[in-house]
């Protein structure tokens, strides 16, 4: 039992192991080619790091996906309650809503520019763009899913329209809204990198692009690939940790 | 209204003082549009309910009990006729009539306390706790109050159902098949809490159920409702003292009368 559990702990290290063997065996049966091996990539980020200049593009992309994230939720969820809530509202918005839809976040990098010009603010509302269309038919679906017994329940005690919202029908998406949360977050952290090759002069996606344009360093392009990947982990954790906390967990514990 | 007949089982019943009655339901009609065909679910019911009576709605499956309970409620417009409280015409739900769901109505976010308190918003805080105390108590949900709906029996989460619309003072409470989901031992010991509540706090209730007994057992009056479209076949008088004895010649004298009414007297 106990040799069974240490071995299922073994077996994603094992693999992750193998496949740097292989990769690194693929760089050296290829000796006259710029992709670096996974040794030069560690050595990539081990020189990033005396400069400072990681933690600041760190930061300063977790602060345009921060700020894009919170203004999308902070717009999406009410507008997603009203709009969820009235059928005649939702009937006219909805074609809009599908159109604007798959028009990727990354077709609007000119009008950023055009509006914000190259900068902070650029990226933020790249980031908004992509959040808040799929957050807002997060919600209204989550909105049309709620049970009708809770929303005449509410209805009964004798709440009106607002406080209906905020006391029945916000509640009772709340464990979808998480997911939808979560799905979300993916998203700003995706389109961040796109925004920064292009929109901005910092951050994790401006060093990839820097990295290759001064001198084909593509030891720190790797390098940056395998930061985005740990950073963007790190918050998928940190969402799924607030799913845990008690008073947003009910809906979890039902499904069980 | 159809009143059993001269020679039924009713016949030694007390004669009830008819004052205008807590609820009346008149002329009431209800049809719903269904792809292009209209579907009578309700024809021409009619109604009086009096203040702090027990009612058992009795039927067969798709009736059209809860249309009957829905319009009375408030939730649904009917087509035709109304439905009247105190004199005064339903146009919607109102807290003084609460609608009892299955457990299923009890909010999942909220702990006992605080779907017990859910519709006490008005009240100081202090007040809110006492009634909610009050109410915990008066179902035996004592040292649950902070506890989940998800981490309760479905016996218990119907408590804290009856226990939120009680909280809230109503005139009239509607159930709908409250313990239709509970085993029978559970549905046994929920009736004679129900009717220990009503005895204390004398409210109205309509009571539908599909279960024979449970209306004999529970009710003042068990009306039986036809199959669909949905007209009063008959109403009973239940003329028995509370605790009622369920082996009393009387008790089964009602019971298979109501049997053989919806034409299944000794058929099992
Ligand atoms: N919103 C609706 N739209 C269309 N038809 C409906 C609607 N609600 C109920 N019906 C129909 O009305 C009839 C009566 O339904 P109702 O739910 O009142 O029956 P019931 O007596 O409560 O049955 P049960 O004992 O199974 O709960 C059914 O045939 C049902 O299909
Ligand atoms: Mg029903």
Known sequence: MNTLRSLEWLRPVLFLLALLVAWQLAVFLHPHQLMPGPWKTAHGIADLFPHGLIARYVVA?????????????????????????????????????????????????PIAILWF????????FLIFIGCFLPLLLAV?????????????????????????????????????????????????????????????????????VDARNAGNRYDLVVAGMVIIGVVGLLLDYGVRSLERTSSLRWGFEEKR | ???????????????????????????????????????PVLDDVNLSVRDGEFVCLLGPSGCGKSTLLNAMAGFLQPTSGQVLVDGEVV????????????????????????????????????????????????????GFEKSYP??????????????????????????????????????????SELLRIWEAERKTILFVTH?????????DRVVVISARPGRIQ???????????????????????????????????
């Open chain 1, 61 to 109: 992309s977790v602060f345009r996906v921060t700020w894009g994230f919170f203004l999308a939720v902070l717009v999406a969820i009410p507008l997603g309650l009203v709009i969820g809530w009235c059928q005649r509202f939702e009937l006219a918005v909805n074609p809009i809503l599908q159109i604007l839809r798959p028009i990727s976040p990354l077709a609007w990098i």
């Open chain 1, 117 to 124: 010009g190259v900068g902070d603010m650029a990226a933020i």
């Open chain 1, 140 to 208: 209204i679906d989550a909105v049309r899913a709620v049970p009708a017994v809770y929303i005449n329940a509410g209805r009964n005690f004798g709440l009106k329209p607002v406080a209906l919202m905020r006391r029945v029908l916000y509640p009772a998406i709340v464990p979808r809204l998480m997911t939808g949360l979560r799905i979300t977050l993916g998203i700003a952290w995706l389109v961040v990198v796109a925004a920064e090759m292009i929109a901005v002069n910092s951050g994790l996606g401006f060093l990839i």
């Open chain 2, 1 to 39: 209204m159809i009143r059993a007949s001269a020679d039924s089982f009713t016949g030694d019943a007390m004669p009830r003082a008819s004052a205008a009655g807590k609820l009346r339901v008149e002329n009431l009609g209800v049809a719903f549009q269904r792809e292009g065909a209209t579907l």
């Open chain 2, 91 to 142: 146009r919607g739900p109102d807290p003084r009539r609460i609608f009892v769901f299955q457990e299923r109505g009890v909010f999942p976010w909220l702990t006992v306390a605080g779907n017990i308190g859910f519709g006490l918003g008005k009240l100081s805080r202090e007040e809110r706790a006492k009634r909610v105390q009050h109410y915990v108590q008066m179902v035996g949900l004592q």
């Open chain 2, 150 to 191: 998800h981490e309760l029996s479905g016996g218990m989460k119907q408590r804290v159902e009856v226990a939120r619309a009680l909280a809230v003072n109503p005139d009239v409470l509607f159930l709908d098949e409250p313990f239709g989901a509970l085993d029978s031992i559970t549905r046994m010991v929920m009736r």
């Open chain 2, 211 to 219: 279960d024979i007994d449970e209306a004999v057992q529970l009710a």
């Open chain 2, 234 to 268: 008959q109403i009973v008088d239940v003329d028995l003292q509370h605790p009622r004895d369920i082996s009393s010649p009387r008790y089964l004298k009602l019971r298979d009368g109501i049997l053989s009414q919806i034409g299944l007297a000794h058929r099992i």
